[in-house]
Nanobody, 129 residues
Framework: EVQLQASGGGLVQAGGSLRLSCAVS????????MGWFRQAPGKGRQGVSC????????HYLDSVKGRFTISSDNAKNTVYLQMDSLKPEDTALYYC??????????????????????WGQGTLVTVSS
């Protein structure tokens, strides 16, 4: 059974930090690129960051570049998203995903949600002003 277990969300003040984790099981971690998406109330799902399983290259949405850092630990089958200098506009439900590819198709954006084969259940991040 495929499982992507996301955790680490919470309530934080603007300027604060959170680290999201996504523990994966049920498929070969190295076979997929991994990514984080978010969905704010009333909006579509948006790619935030992804990391290539082959090269380790990371890609970011322009609005989080310099504030968020994605990493993965192949030994633990886990992908992380370190979020610093959080802003109220970062408030959303954050999902991890196993991706068929992580190479951006548009500058300043991460691949669309259609590139995901598997999804985690989401973890809520709320940033207060």
């Amino acid at each position: 059974e495929v499982q992507l277990q996301a955790s680490g969300g919470g309530l934080v003040q603007a300027g604060g930090s959170l680290r999201l984790s996504c523990a994966v099981s049920g498929f070969t971690f190295d076979d997929y690129d991994m990514g984080w998406f978010r969905q704010a109330p009333g909006k579509g799902r948006q790619g935030v960051s992804c990391i290539s399983s082959d090269s380790g290259s990371a890609h970011y949405l322009d609005s989080v570049k310099g504030r968020f850092t994605i990493s993965s630990d192949n030994a633990k089958n886990t992908v992380y998203l370190q979020m610093d200098s959080l802003k109220p506009e970062d408030t959303a439900l954050y999902y991890c995903a196993a991706l068929i590819d992580c190479e951006p198709i548009e500058p300043g954006r991460v691949v669309p949600s259609s590139f995901a084969d598997y999804w985690g259940q989401g973890t809520l991040v709320t940033v207060s002003s």
